[in-house]
């Protein structure tokens, strides 16, 4: 089965950087998308950046746009969130998760509503157990 693990959180500084893993395993086929989401105490689910897999498209939500890069390492099955230019509004248990074998269609209508802010990570196939980023004033 697919399997997500989160590691990379911790604390930091407004103003500094931190990167975010998800280590992958289970998937058979390039048909799925992954997402990195964030959920701040009190605060609505965030979908913040999402990669579709078949073809390497990428979305960011507007909030953290220029300021985070997700990338991935196919041969080892990571996916990274680069996370700069940190603020605290960005404090938030952090987590990744997959779509599977939804098709390209179902994976742009994602990428648009995170675009658009509206993803609330509704529907994932599979999550990660999320990892605390904190950053201090």
């Known amino acids: 089965e697919v399997q997500l693990v989160e590691s990379g959180g911790g604390l930091v500084q407004a103003g500094g950087s931190l990167t975010l893993e998800c280590a992958t395993s289970?998937?058979?086929?390039?048909?799925?998308?992954i997402g990195w989401l964030r959920q701040a105490p009190g605060k609505e689910r965030e979908g913040i950046s999402y990669?579709?897999?078949?073809?390497?498209?990428?979305y960011y939500a507007d909030s953290v746009e220029g300021r985070f890069t997700m990338s991935s390492d196919s041969a080892r099955n990571l996916v990274y969130l680069q996370m700069n230019d940190l603020e605290p509004e960005d404090t938030a248990v952090y987590y990744c998760?997959?779509?599977?074998?939804?098709?390209?269609?179902?994976?742009?209508?994602?990428?648009?509503?995170?675009?658009?802010?509206?993803?609330?990570?509704?529907?994932?196939?599979?999550w990660g157990q999320g990892t605390q980023v904190t950053v201090s004033s």
């Open positions: 998760a997959a779509d599977v074998g939804k098709g390209s269609s179902w994976y742009l209508a994602r990428g648009i509503a995170l675009m658009m802010d509206d993803d609330r990570g509704h529907e994932y196939d599979y």
């Open positions: 990669m579709r897999f078949t073809d390497g498209k990428t």
């Open positions: 289970g998937f058979s086929s390039d048909d799925y998308a």
